[in-house]
């Protein structure tokens, strides 16, 4: 794989990279990028790989992405209480100067449903941890139409089959 994705992402203070493919190459971009010693050490060890298609509410999103930061959040009996309670926490987290990593497989999976609402607070969840410096968020999405929320660095991605090969095109 090329080593240019890895560059993007720890050469690019704050980088938002979307990888776009509508075949199976984007996972395989992704983990690559995701594990790479390099940004493993750029990002001090704080990344968190998130499977979107298994995400249905920004309130899940959110408690997700606290567990995968592995924050602590105190309960109470109203959830509403405690998905607000989450969000504070995450962007404390988020805001303490760390730089961490997040990977979002399949944003389309929350971004492209049918659901207005849903795309809105998608667009909403997007534009406030990319409005966070020390956030690189890095995203696979299948489709055309990205979310506007955020200014993407956009990677194509193209696969052949034999030989294995994956070609990164890069635009912004």
């Not at 203070?13 to 979307?18: D, H, K, L, T």
Request: net charge negative; aromatic share 6%.
């Amino acid at each position: 794989m090329p080593t240019d994705l890895v560059a993007l992402l720890v050469d690019t203070p704050s980088a938002r990279v979307a990888v776009l493919d509508r075949a199976d190459g984007k996972l395989p971009a992704l983990r690559y990028a995701h594990d790479d010693p390099r940004v493993r050490r750029y990002c001090e060890d704080r990344r968190v790989f998130l499977s979107c298609n298994e995400i249905s509410t920004s309130d899940i999103f959110w408690s997700r992405l606290a567990a995968g930061l592995n924050l602590q959040i105190p309960n109470s009996d109203d959830a509403e209480t405690d998905a607000d309670v989450t969000r504070v926490v995450v962007l404390d987290d988020l805001t303490a100067n760390q730089r961490t990593l997040i990977t979002l497989e399949k944003l389309e999976c929350i971004y492209s449903r049918d659901n207005q609402a849903q795309q809105e607070a998608t667009d909403v969840l997007l534009a406030t941890l990319a409005a966070i410096d020390e956030v690189t968020l890095f995203v696979s999405f299948c489709g055309s139409s990205l979310p506007e929320s955020v200014n993407w660095t956009i990677v194509n991605v193209r696969v052949r089959k034999r030989p294995p090969l994956v070609r990164f095109f890069f635009s912004t």
